[in-house]
């Protein structure tokens, strides 16, 4: 299916973090368009590689190899194509594997399934990648391209939405009372899950009722914060979010405190302050493109950058040079060696690891300061007593 075609909702699944939060934000968004990042298209091309690999393991007699081969051709053919997509989509069917051998029978499954949550929401519907049922268990499963930030499973609204809207159709057919969302991210080897009973699942069904139909009219408070604000259109122009961050940025702590914050503050300073600097940058970008418009933006205008020269003719150039005595080897080209992610990516990982692994060490990264819900363990340059002793001994 060509996922580009789709159709989209108001109230759509995968905004649902932001209007659940921030309920006036999609009457807000819908003045500004709707556009498609590389990123967003890159992840489209895989979603389609994903879903036609995945109908080939479920329903191969639909789905012949020689019909999955051609399909793979033509997508190849588009720019954003990659060949670790085959990669990455592998890690996705292994996940599906996996899950339907480990449970008691073989499941039935709906592969890019459009599910209607209207009850929930108004006019709500979207399409879930996978849908696994399997006696009192139903499944959603979400393959996810992004390399950003690691997707959680937990209370996800996008994909508890999908199970709301998997459960109305199926519900007379299928004795359902366990619920599992299963998030694959393979470009970071992120694999979430979590579960929830069907009444924890009816009952987010009721709070979502009552936000939606507020988001609907555009009604409510204006929420802002760094998850909603984040991917939402209006985030540049937005006045809730500006006299947000303005309030975070400039209105220190009243009354008289002592001349140095403690710990606990510089921890709910960076809290705070997080989506500052990235407001800052959205209104920078605002400014510029209103300049570059001819319109006035008070204090502000647009100016040429920093100008880069570049050859018109590099080989000419270098012909010249050359013939006056400079040698091309040894003066006029650098010789790099690629970067380490960039061999294995044109090898392969697997033949990488098969070839070279044994000359590649993973040398311990710089400290950095992350969220305290962050997987990663803990840090500390911070002696032990264990160490002490050792030492001593
Ligand atoms: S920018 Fe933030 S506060 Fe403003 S509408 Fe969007 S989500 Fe809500």
Redesign the pocket.
């Known amino acids: 299916m060509n996922h580009k075609k789709r159709k989209h909702a108001l109230l759509s699944a995968s905004s649902a973090h932001?209007w659940l939060l921030?309920t006036?934000?999609a009457r807000?968004e819908e003045q500004f368009p709707d556009t498609d990042s590389e990123t967003a298209q890159e992840g489209t091309l895989a979603h389609e590689l994903a879903e036609i690999r995945a109908r080939n393991y479920v329903n191969p007699g639909d789905i012949s190899k020689r019909k999955l081969n051609s399909a793979i051709k033509k997508l190849k053919e588009n720019a954003l194509w990659q060949d670790e997509m085959m990669v990455h989509t592998d890690a996705y069917l292994d996940y599906i594997k996996n899950t339907a051998i480990g449970l008691p029978s073989m499941p039935s499954f709906r592969i890019e399934h459009e599910v209607d949550f209207h009850s929930y929401v108004p006019e709500g519907f979207g399409t879930a990648d996978l849908i696994l049922i399997q006696g009192e268990l139903l499944q959603v499963i979400d393959f996810k391209y992004g390399k950003g930030v690691p997707v959680s499973a937990e209370e996800n609204p996008q994909m508890m939405l999908y199970a709301l809207g998997a459960y109305e159709a199926y519900r007379m057919l299928y004795p359902i009372k366990q619920i599992k969302l299963s998030i694959v991210q393979p470009r970071i080897d992120n694999i979430s899950e979590w579960e929830c009973s069907l009444q924890e699942l009816l009952a987010f069904g009721n709070y979502v009722k009552e936000r939606a139909a507020l988001a609907f009219e555009g009604k409510g408070d204006?929420?802002?914060g760094e998850k909603?604000?984040r991917f939402?259109r209006?985030?540049s122009q937005?006045r809730?979010?500006a006299e947000e961050n303005v309030r975070l940025a400039f209105s220190p702590d009243k009354g008289k405190l002592p001349p140095l914050i403690t710990n606990e503050e510089a921890g709910r300073y960076l809290l705070q302050g997080e989506d500052v600097a990235k407001w800052l940058s959205d209104l920078e970008e605002y400014a510029l493109k209103e300049c570059l418009k001819g319109n006035e933006v008070p204090g502000w205008k647009a100016v040429e950058g920093r100008a880069s020269r570049v050859w018109t003719d590099m080989d000419k150039a270098f012909e010249t040079l050359e013939k006056a005595g400079i040698a091309e080897e040894a003066m006029l080209w650098e010789k790099k060696p690629l970067t380490l992610a960039q061999v294995e990516k044109i090898v392969g990982k697997k033949n990488f690891q098969d070839a070279v692994g044994e000359y590649v060490v993973k040398k311990p990264g710089k400290p950095t300061l992350v969220h305290e819900e962050d997987k990663r363990e803990a840090i500390t340059n911070k002696v032990t007593a264990e160490e002490v002793f050792k030492e001593e001994d």
């Open positions: 932001r921030c006036p934000s807000l204006f929420c802002p909603q604000c939402c209006a985030k937005c809730a979010r």
